[in-house]
C-alpha cells in the first residue's frame, strides 16, 4: 500500500446535513397565493410579494411559525425569547427578488436531537438550528440534466412556499446513517401534521462531507481544529432518502481515490446527478460572508417562546412504538409497522378498541397493509373507506365469513374494485356455511374417496389436508377449515399409528 493510500484509509468520513422541509401550509409564507399547485399550470400560482415586484410587502403565515414550533418541541429544541428574519443576497434565476428571506442570527430553534437506529444500533444525532424561510422557485432543465439541458424554464409557483431549513451537527459517519436520520425525521415531521412527503420537492436535503485526518469513532468528539481545517464538499438538492445514500457513498468513494493518488480535495458544491449516479462540481464553496445578510425590514420582531408554549404536539412514533409493545404486548416489527404513520397507529387503535389486538395487529400489520404495499399503495389512499375494512374485521370476528375468504377475496377486491365487504360477499356466496351443511358435505367427501380414508388409516397426514380441501371445495370455500379438520377427525376410522 502507497503512502497516500493508507493516509486515504486512515481517514474519517464526517458528514452534516441541511434539510430543506416544505411546511403544509394552506398558502405561502409571506403571501396569499395558495401552495395547492400540483396539477396548476407554471407560474399561475404568483402575486407581487412572491415576484418579489416593487412595492409588494410581506405578511408573515402564522401557521409556518407553529410549524416549526412543533418541531422545535418534538426535538427538545430550544426556542428564543424573540426571533427575527433577516435578507439572504445572492442571485439565483428561481429567486425573482435576487435575495431569499430567511433567518441568520436568530433560529427559531437551536439544538436538540433526533435518535435514529441502523442494524439495531441506536445513536444520536445533534441538531444544530433550524430556521424558517421562502422556498425559491423551481427550474426546469429542458433537454438534460442541469449539466447537459439546452436551456432552463423557471416556474415561480414554489416561490414562498414555507421552507425549515434544519441543520445537524456532523455526527454522520456512514451514508446509511442519513438514510436512516431522513426517514425518520420525516417519520416525526408527519406525525406532527407540519408535513406531505406525497408533495413534489417537499424534502430536500444538501449534504456537506469531508474526510478528516485520524480514525474517530461513531460517538467520539472530534476536535474543532480538525474539522476546521478539513476540505469540504457540499452536495446538492437531493430529493429522496435513497438519494441521499447514495450520493454519499458516490462521493466518499471519489474522495478517497483522490487523496490516493496524491490529489487534494477542493472545497466546493456538487450536484447529484442521479441519472449517471455521480456528483459533478458546480462552483466553489460560498463563504457565509458571501450573502451579506442584513435585517429585513419589512417583518417585525417576532415573541416566539410564549407562542411556544402554547403549541401542542401528539405522541410521537418513538414514544408510540415503545408504549404498544407494553400496552398491547405486540413484538417490535409488529409494533415498528402499526406506527409506521400516524394514520396507521390511529386505524390500528380504533380496531384494538374493539377487538383483541393480536387480531388487531395481524389485519392491519400484515393483511391490509401487506396487500397496499402488494399495489404500490399506501394506508392514506384508503383513508376514506377505513370504516369498510373494519367492517371486514368484524365481520370475521362474528364468524361471519372464514378468516381465507376474507383475505383473499374479499379484501384484495375492496382494493382492487372499491367495493364494500357486504356487496362481495352477497356477490359471491361467501357467507359461511351452517353446520348441517358442512356435516353434510364431509359425509360425502368420505363416500367418494376411499383411498385416501385408507391413506388417512394408514398413517400417512396428508391425506387429511386432501379431504379438508375437498369439503372445501363442496362448500365453495364458505366452511372453516378447523370447523372441517375436526368434523372429518371425529368421523374417520382410528389411525394406526405403529
Not at 157 to 184: K, Q
Amino acid at each position: 500500500m502507497t503512502a497516500q493510500a493508507a493516509e486515504a484509509d486512515a481517514r474519517t468520513v464526517v458528514i452534516g446535513l441541511e434539510v430543506h422541509v416544505q411546511l403544509e401550509t394552506a398558502t405561502k409564507i409571506f403571501c396569499g397565493c395558495s401552495t395547492d399547485f400540483a396539477d396548476a399550470g407554471p407560474n399561475t400560482h404568483t402575486c407581487p410579494v412572491c415576484l418579489g415586484l416593487p412595492g409588494a410587502l410581506p405578511v408573515l403565515n402564522e401557521a409556518a411559525v407553529d410549524g416549526a414550533l412543533k418541531l422545535a418541541k418534538a426535538i427538545d429544541g430550544s426556542v428564543p425569547e424573540r426571533t427575527w428574519f433577516d435578507r439572504k443576497n445572492y442571485f439565483y434565476p428561481d429567486l425573482p427578488k435576487n435575495f431569499q428571506i430567511s433567518q441568520y442570527d436568530a433560529p427559531i430553534c437551536e439544538g436538540g436531537t433526533v435518535t435514529i437506529k441502523v442494524e439495531d444500533e441506536q445513536r444520536e444525532i445533534r441538531i444544530e438550528r433550524a430556521h424558517l424561510e421562502e422556498d425559491p422557485g423551481s427550474l426546469e432543465h429542458e433537454g438534460g440534466s442541469i449539466t447537459r439541458a439546452a436551456y432552463t424554464l423557471v416556474d415561480y409557483n414554489r416561490a414562498g412556499i414555507p421552507l425549515m431549513e434544519i441543520v445537524t451537527a456532523p455526527d454522520f459517519r456512514t451514508p446509511a446513517e442519513t438514510r436512516a436520520f431522513l426517514a425518520t425525521l420525516e417519520e416525526i415531521l408527519e406525525y406532527l401534521g407540519i408535513f406531505d412527503s406525497s408533495r413534489d420537492g417537499s424534502l430536500r436535503v444538501d449534504a456537506n462531507i469531508s474526510l478528516v485526518p485520524g480514525e474517530y469513532g461513531k460517538d467520539e468528539p472530534i476536535p474543532g481544529d480538525v474539522l476546521a481545517s478539513a476540505d469540504r464538499t457540499e452536495v446538492k438538492n437531493i430529493s429522496s432518502h435513497r438519494g441521499a445514500e447514495q450520493a454519499l457513498a458516490y462521493e466518499v468513494t471519489r474522495q478517497k481515490n483522490l487523496l490516493r493518488r496524491g490529489g487534494d480535495v477542493t472545497q466546493e458544491t456538487r450536484h447529484w446527478d442521479e441519472s449517471r449516479g455521480v456528483t459533478v462540481s458546480m462552483r466553489a464553496k460560498e463563504a457565509e460572508a458571501d450573502y451579506r445578510y442584513f435585517p429585513e425590514g419589512d417583518l417585525p420582531v417576532l415573541r416566539v417562546r410564549e407562542r411556544a408554549s402554547t403549541v401542542e404536539i401528539p405522541e410521537l412514533p418513538r414514544a408510540r412504538r415503545q408504549r404498544f409493545q407494553t400496552e398491547y404486548g405486540l413484538n417490535a416489527e409488529a409494533a415498528s409497522k402499526l406506527t409506521s404513520s400516524r394514520a396507521v397507529a390511529d386505524f390500528f387503535e380504533a380496531v384494538a378498541a374493539q377487538y383483541d389486538p393480536d387480531l388487531a395487529a395481524t389485519w392491519v400489520a400484515d393483511n391490509l397493509l401487506g396487500e397496499l404495499n402488494y399495489r404500490d399503495m399506501g394506508i392514506e389512499d384508503v383513508l376514506d373507506r377505513l370504516d369498510e375494512f373494519e367492517r371486514l374485521i368484524e365481520l370475521v370476528d362474528q364468524d361471519e365469513i372464514t378468516v381465507k375468504n376474507a383475505e383473499e377475496v374479499v379484501l384484495r377486491r375492496m382494493l382492487d374494485e372499491g367495493k364494500d365487504p357486504e356487496t362481495i360477499i352477497e356477490a359471491e356466496s361467501l357467507g359461511k356455511t351452517d353446520e348441517n351443511v358442512v356435516e353434510t358435505a364431509v359425509d360425502a367427501t368420505i363416500a367418494d374417496n376411499p383411498d385416501a380414508v385408507d391413506d388417512y388409516t394408514a398413517g400417512e397426514s396428508d391425506a387429511i389436508h386432501f379431504l379438508v380441501g375437498q369439503v372445501m371445495q363442496r362448500t365453495r370455500g364458505q366452511a372453516d377449515p378447523g370447523t372441517v379438520n375436526e368434523l372429518l377427525r371425529a368421523r374417520l376410522p382410528d389411525r394406526d399409528e405403529t
